[in-house]
């Protein structure tokens, strides 16, 4: 499935985005600045650019007003939802204010509740959201997963393979039952028959 990068301008994160044709990369304000500094081809650049310090010269630039309800990312991912795009990669979008993080998290959770999905790469660090499905993971996966309810419950939650177990559990976002599980070299999932999670994948000795 094709995927729409939105690269941000705050802590990059693992790795580079590696796209492909039918890809998209939207590089938003001081985003645009990541990408030229490690070679990411950008086909969109959109901002204020207040962080930026100057408009690219670029053949697609959507320059916003200061004073806007989108972040630069949110309208980035709105634009990336009408050109067609359901699978999206985000970068640059975690550390610094955390209030920014918290608004990303947000948009995950809009792509999730439409039928997209959306991961958020920090520096050592994932942030997925799943509404009403499972998610698999592969024995290779080591690490940290925390899953948090997002909502007021999440009914029918399962978590298998991993070095604690819940089978139709209810979570709900006053106790956080589900922090730090761990991987342990099985295949491995969570599902959530009716709700929302939060689900952060951290590497250890991060």
Not at 37 to 60: C, N, T, W
Not at 129 to 148: A, D, H, M, P, T
Not at 156 to 176: F, I, N, Q, R
Request: proline share 3%.
């Amino acid at each position: 499935m094709k995927v729409c990068y939105v690269i941000g301008a705050g802590q990059f994160g693992d790795g580079l985005p590696r796209p492909f044709k039918g890809d998209m990369v939207i590089a938003c304000d001081g985003g645009f600045g990541h990408c030229a500094e490690r070679g990411i081809r950008v086909d969109m650049a959109v901002g204020d650019f207040d962080s930026l310090g100057y408009v690219p010269k670029h053949p697609q630039v959507a320059v916003l007003p200061p004073e806007k309800d989108d972040t630069d990312t949110g309208w980035a991912v709105k634009e990336g939802w009408k050109r067609g795009y359901r699978e999206f990669v985000l970068y640059g979008v975690t550390g610094g204010r955390i209030s920014h993080t918290m608004a990303n998290v947000q948009l995950l959770a809009g792509l999730a509740v439409k039928g997209g999905h959306g991961i958020l790469v920090g520096e050592g660090v994932w942030y997925r959201v799943i509404y009403n499905e499972e998610i698999v993971f592969g024995k290779e996966e080591e690490g940290y997963l925390s899953v948090f309810c997002l909502g007021d419950e999440a009914l029918g939650v399962c978590e298998k393979g991993l070095k604690y177990e819940l089978d139709h559990a209810k979570l709900t976002k006053e106790y956080p039952v589900g922090v730090s599980n761990e991987f342990i070299g099985k295949e491995s999932s969570v599902a959530v028959r009716e709700g929302m999670l939060l689900l952060i994948w951290e590497k250890k000795g991060e």
